[in-house]
């Protein structure tokens, strides 16, 4: 679980196949943005990545927004925020663009592949 987490975007969680994009803090201070992918008929295929911010880099990225550290979840939610997007493809795109927003600005993130929610 993160602290401050806030949503971002996410897909009709009524269809099979759900997509959901979040940002908090871990309790060591580091940043995550992640995209969850959830199939309800193929359990095994559910997946998280997550980009981890350091510390360091999360008050570079907070200073570049013209943010207090703690406010960054809220900032980008309200930067990226999307009503309910048609599909997990969707989500994975407006995920995406937050990656090579953070690349644009030389935040350096490290990704996280894991298998399974």
């Known amino acids: ?3 401050l987490e806030g949503g971002i975007a996410s897909s009709d969680d009524e ?6 994009c ?3 803090f871990q309790e060591n201070k580091d940043l995550v943005i992640y995209y969850q992918y959830t199939c309800s008929f193929d359990p095994s295929s559910d997946y998280t990545v997550a980009a981890i ?3 360091d880099e999360a008050i570079a990225f907070a200073r570049e927004l013209g943010v207090h550290l ?3 979840p809220s900032e980008i939610n309200r930067r990226y925020d999307c009503p309910v997007l048609q599909g997990p493809g969707e989500v ?3 995920f995406q663009d937050i990656l090579d927003s953070l690349l644009d600005i030389h935040i350096r993130y490290r990704l996280v592949r894991k298998r399974g929610n």
């Open 53 to 55: 911010i350091g510390k």
């Open 22 to 24: 979040g940002a908090g």
């Open 1 to 3: 679980m993160l602290l």
């Open 92 to 94: 994975e795109k407006v």
């Open 70 to 72: 703690t406010d960054i």
């Open 15 to 20: 269809l099979e196949v759900y997509g959901y």
